[in-house]
């Protein structure tokens, strides 16, 4: 098994439509098991809420000590083992009538508790989908606007005085992610792990997805022909665009969507993460952050 891990908005989406046309794959799309084992604390509201809200964190850290609570370290013997054959059990159901030895690909959109998910399953492999937090905050900016493809989701229009408070929250969630995901990296050996960033993705994208083939013993042969049937460019021009779920593939549109001072805002909360992940800054906006 093979996790897809990384902020959402990242283009994994995308990866695994590809990996899911090379013979060998066994796609898992979206299980969202971070987003009920990792509930986030505190809630978004905080953001709008509390000019100082407190580090974000999830209840899996907060109460791992507290006894009453169900996945309480204490018992991990009593927990573990099921809630594994749980997983195992859910997606081996939906996967059957395709290849019984095939590679699982699961794509999971809750990677904040990926650490907690390498661990749950130890000898699986772990491909880091890493993209521009920048550019992940406006892809998530534009998805809560009225009549995008997130509404009936879960979503909504953000009002013009909400939008710096989101920007906050969504960019404390980039950079949460983005080390949680790290953490589960570097807990692989150098064969079972592959970091990919989506502008290398969108720039070489045979050679990353050829990357991905060898680790996780996947036939290649196709890879030219899958990414040329999945490029952006012949996506159905109904299909992306504003307020889409394909929206747009151009690295760094976020200078020209996000206003000045929504920028700072953005920089603020994640500048320092963006610096360790080797994303330049702009000396004015590396001032804010």
Avoid at 4 to 29: A, H, N, Q
Avoid at 166 to 174: D, G, M, N, T
Wanted: with cysteine; hydrophobic share 40%.
């Amino acid at each position: 098994m093979a996790w897809i891990f990384g902020s959402s908005r990242s283009g994994s989406t995308w990866l695994l439509k590809m990996l899911s046309d090379l013979d060998g794959v066994v796609p898992i799309d979206d299980p969202h098991l971070g987003h009920h084992l990792g509930v986030w604390r505190p809630i978004p509201l905080a953001w709008a809420a509390s000019e100082n809200p407190p580090e974000l964190s999830t209840l899996l850290d907060l109460k791992a000590e507290e006894p009453g609570y169900f996945f309480a370290e204490r018992y991990r013997d009593a927990w573990e083992g099921p809630l594994r054959a749980l997983i195992e059990a859910r997606f081996e159901a939906q996967a059957e009538g395709q290849e019984p030895d095939g590679a699982y690909v699961v794509k999971e959109p809750g990677s904040h508790v990926a650490p907690f998910l390498a661990e749950l399953f130890p000898r699986s492999k772990v491909i880091f989908l890493l993209r521009d937090g920048r550019d992940v905050v406006d892809s998530w900016l534009d998805a809560y606007s009225d009549g995008s493809w997130a509404i009936p989701g879960g979503a909504f229009p953000v009002s013009p005085e909400g939008r710096i408070p989101l920007i906050r929250w969504l960019s404390e969630v980039w950079a949460f992610r983005s080390r949680e995901v790290r953490k589960a990296y570097e807990t692989r050996a150098l064969e079972d792990r592959i970091q990919i960033r989506y502008e290398d993705l969108r720039g070489d994208t045979a050679a990353c997805l050829e990357r991905i083939c060898k680790m996780v013993g996947v036939d290649p042969d196709r890879v030219p022909d899958v990414v040329e049937a999945h490029r952006f460019e012949k996506q159905p021009s109904e299909a992306r665009g504003r307020r889409r779920f394909i929206r747009q593939a151009r690295p760094g549109g976020w200078r020209d969507n996000l206003n000045p001072a929504e920028q700072r805002a953005m920089h603020e909360v994640m500048a320092g993460t963006l610096t360790e992940f080797g994303y330049e800054i702009d000396a004015p906006l590396a001032a804010a952050g």
